[in-house]
């Protein structure tokens, strides 16, 4: 059995990838559909950060949410810490700390602790054998707590509480792209053309650093959820299930995904 698991492991670890995304697209004929059972073997045996990321995606930006009005990221470099899954739509942002059960939480507080200084609303997703370790580590702190349950449910166990307290401007701005912190400080500040081009980072962090945190932040994320790709809220849903967050990051344009799901339906 351990050689079994291991083999599917690797082949789930292998599939569930970019490239696999990318290699449906460039295929010239129809792609077996292999995801269906390996997803339900991940389920049964191996619910790895792929799967809880996938859950997510598919529970609250395509479910709750919408994809109009709602854009997701993941692994965002905060100060120490990558985050798992930040989403950011009309109204707020929050960011999902994973902890499935491969992981450990040895780490956990340091996260949380970056996580504040961009966002007011952190939670962590856990299995539910690691409710309990991790309530005990964070019953004090303002950080939700959500269980993704044996029936792939997302089950709130502690709410949130907002926290502004920790923001800071530099992990703030350094969330956004040159065109994104350029755009956004010159309609706060003006152009100005005195600047040169390798200044700019540490000049316009400057004046960004003047504006009260608060609107600074909200500024930040109207930046980001323009991120938004129009085509995935059109053909997302046209996606298998199993693969809606692997197609989601790949950042299609209308014809990869015309070529994706053709690919995969067998059509002509």
Sequence with gaps: MDSVCHSNNTLVNKYFSKRTIQEIIASESNVENVWSELYKYLGRYYRNEYYYKNTLFNKLVVGKYSLNTTYAMSEVSISKSRADFLVVNNKKAFIFEIKTELD??????????DYYKVCSIVYILVSEDKYYPAYRLLKDHKVGICVLTKRNSISVRKLPVQD?????????FKLLRKKEYESLV???????KKIKDVQKFKAYLKKFKTLDIKYAQKMVFVHLNRRKNASSAEYIKKVPFELRWLVYQSSLNNEKYERFLKNIDGGD
Aim: hydrophobic share 35%; charged share 40%; aromatic share 12%.
């Design 104 to 113: 450990s939480l040895d780490k956990l507080i340091y996260q949380i602790e």
């Design 164 to 172: 502004f307290s920790k923001l800071k401007h530099e992990q703030l």
């Design 186 to 192: 010159e309609k706060e500040f003006g152009v100005d």
